[in-house]
């Protein structure tokens, strides 16, 4: 049963580091889909300013930062417990 719930935690870290890097190599697009967010959400009537630059290297860090800790503890995890 530990083994089971190691790689499931393994693949979400994974699965981080996958959404790190799709959002990485798309960034433009990113940016861009998070500025025409902003702007339908204020009712597109005024241009918003947003900080989409760095909301997506601050999404990128914390997928890259979690998944870490997700890998760390399922190597880790059995040790410890």
């Not at 799709?22 to 697009?29: E, N």
């Amino acid at each position: 049963m530990w083994f089971i719930a190691a790689v499931a935690v393994a693949s979400v870290g994974i699965g981080l580091y996958a959404a790190a890097a799709l959002m990485w190599d798309r960034r433009a697009q990113v940016v861009a889909w998070w500025d025409r967010r902003a702007v339908r959400t204020a009712g597109g009537a005024t241009p918003v300013a947003t900080n989409g630059v760095r909301n997506l290297y601050l999404a990128v860090a914390l997928c890259v930062v979690l998944g870490t800790l997700m890998l760390i503890g399922c190597c880790a995890g059995p040790f410890v417990l």
